[in-house]
């Protein structure tokens, strides 16, 4: 019997707010050293760069971050962009809080008041195939 391989799913539910500082530094930087971003982040208060490190190699983990060794220093660079990380999260929240459901951050996305609104949009939708 042939096995048949997945992509492996990055599952992220969320981010904390270091990791998502670390991850704006580095999608405006594209590439950057743990010390790049343990500079960028004492701007606004002390962080012990070990507390930077180990967040950006959970951030590998999760498969946010690419890691390359370059000398002496891993050289950090984003797996993934923005939006997709975003989607990513939008997606875990549907599916883990809203047991699947949508209407509610559509609802929110779109200040509608009612599910009733967001039931007419998506009708809308369908009717122009989109």
Do not use: F
Not at 20 to 25: E, G, H, L
Not at 38 to 60: D, F, Q, S
Not at 93 to 106: A, C, I, Q, W
Not at 108 to 118: A, G, I, M, P, S
Request: net charge positive.
């Amino acid at each position: 019997m042939e096995k048949k391989y997945r992509k492996r799913k990055i599952d992220i539910s969320g981010l904390s707010t270091l990791e998502a500082d670390i991850m704006q530094v580095i999608w405006q930087k594209k590439k950057v050293t743990v010390r790049e971003v343990h500079e960028e982040r004492l701007k606004r208060g002390y962080i012990p760069y070990t507390t930077v490190m180990a967040a950006m190699n959970n951030l590998a983990q999760k498969g946010l971050l690419k890691q390359n060794r370059n000398d002496k220093a891993y050289i950090y660079s984003p797996a993934l962009g923005r939006d997709k990380v975003a989607k990513l999260i939008i997606d875990s929240v549907v599916d883990k809080v809203l047991g699947g459901s949508n209407t509610p951050v559509l609802r929110h996305l779109l200040k509608l008041k009612t599910n009733d609104e967001v039931e007419e949009i998506i009708k809308l939708r369908d009717k122009l195939n989109l």
